[in-house]
């Protein structure tokens, strides 16, 4: 009797939200996909790229349990015994806070084909519409992405020491852990002035931008996000910064704040 | 008198040189240019897409001098004033180790539009050829991106500090380095046995990549090196590793040399 015909899994990179962001070999896999399972957070337009497959969301990136993740994982191997073309769509680059391992490894001991197709991830995104490069030749010479986010039951790893030690760095699924994030960073000698970007749905039209310290985070992350955000900090964006009026405002109310004090 | 027409700069990450990993935005762009502008190292079939455009190489990555970098700036400039889409394509990502905010800044200072279009940079197409997450719960929230190299003049930051704090690394322009990086690390507390690959040509058909450890690192890097090499550290790539039968074969020999002494 002959095996019954096997597919192959691509877990590819959704990239920052904007539809043209993504890799060319993302869209081929994608417009000849049989199914596709997908991030919640993946845009309406990427997913349309997937012409004639069938969609499933199947939960967002950050919070989800482990328990989730293994029927993700039992889902792309049942998937992959009834279709040629599986398509697991990740936002930004799947190798990056993308839980990919677990997918991979699952799939492999399957005996199951499984390629990986990168994306554009949100740092990089960012950096692109700041028009601020994240190394610069005397300033930055290494970036960090990190995340003070941990799994259940997974012990903290020291983030804020990388994070403290690197000339740039990126957080991930950091915005609503700001008053955390600032503590860490000051407790490892930081300085409070440190120039942050906030930076919510990176590539996309509706993005929005926020200049600030690392001191003055925890009172904006407290009002302003709705969608998910990458805070990037380092003295790179210290000119960026300056070029914004609603920063220079924040300058001032601290001068202000320090005259009275 | 009516003003010059002026035209708009793009910076262009050309990803990591398999065509069909450029964004479907970093097409188009090309697809419109009248004149790019590209590093040596930019692959042939990425700059085949700029079908209709004059095409400039302006040097590669790594070892230029600042005088070149002043004489690219003055090129963009006087392009721009010339033709409606100059595309100035740089391997990888622009603004992860591109020198990109040198030529954003001559640019915005002559009043010139410009807009960056991201790519995918070498460490994530190493990942993904190698089907290694660079996260992975309980064993890596974070990821740093960093070089060795510094440009003439400028202090040499501490790279190894940050390397060293990093549950993985990710070690762009290292190759040539592959001592001085061995013996920062080793100062700094890192063990000799870390996984280390080496890949070689990410994401191209002769793509070459060893699978080492980091005490072993300048052994490799002596006799094998052929084109550009990203070095990526770390313990997510112990079962990677251990798949490998060339780095198996390395650990027999050093258990048999240990035994030995």
């Not at 993946?42 to 919070?63: D, F, Q, Y």
């Not at 349990?65 to 792309?76: D, W």
């Not at 010479?141 to 804020?160: C, I, K, L, M």
Request: proline letters at 5%; charged letters at 25%; a positive charge.
């Amino acid at each position: 009797m002959a095996k019954p015909s096997r597919g192959k899994v691509y877990l590819v990179g959704a990239g920052p939200g904007a539809a043209d962001l993504l890799t060319l070999r993302a869209a081929r896999v994608l417009a000849e996909a049989d199914v596709v399972f997908h991030d919640a957070l993946v845009h309406p337009e990427v997913l349309a790229l997937a012409s004639r497959a069938e969609r499933i969301a199947v939960g967002k990136r950050c919070g989800r349990h482990s328990t989730a993740q293994r029927f993700i994982n039992k889902r792309l191997v049942d998937a992959a015994a009834k279709h040629r073309t599986v398509v697991r769509l990740k936002g930004g680059d799947p190798m990056l806070f993308g839980r990919a391992q677990e997918e991979l490894d699952a799939l492999r001991a399957a005996g199951i084909d499984v390629e990986v197709v990168p994306g554009i991830t949100a740092a990089l995104a960012a950096a692109a519409d700041l028009g601020v490069s994240l190394t610069r030749r005397g300033a930055s010479r290494n970036v960090v992405f990190a995340t003070p986010r941990v799994g259940d039951g997974e012990p903290t790893s020291d983030w804020a020491s990388v994070v403290a030690h690197a000339d740039t760095a990126a957080i991930y699924m950091g915005a609503g852990e700001a008053a955390a994030i600032t503590a860490a960073l000051l407790a490892r000698g930081t300085p409070s002035g440190l120039p942050v970007v906030a930076v919510e749905n990176a590539s996309l039209p509706g993005s929005r931008r926020w200049f600030t310290t690392l001191g003055a985070l925890p009172r904006l992350a407290e009002k302003a996000f709705r969608g998910p955000v990458v805070l990037l900090l380092g003295e790179v964006f210290a000119d960026a910064a300056r070029r914004e009026p609603a920063y220079a405002d924040l300058l001032r109310r601290v001068a202000a704040h320090l005259l009275r004090a």
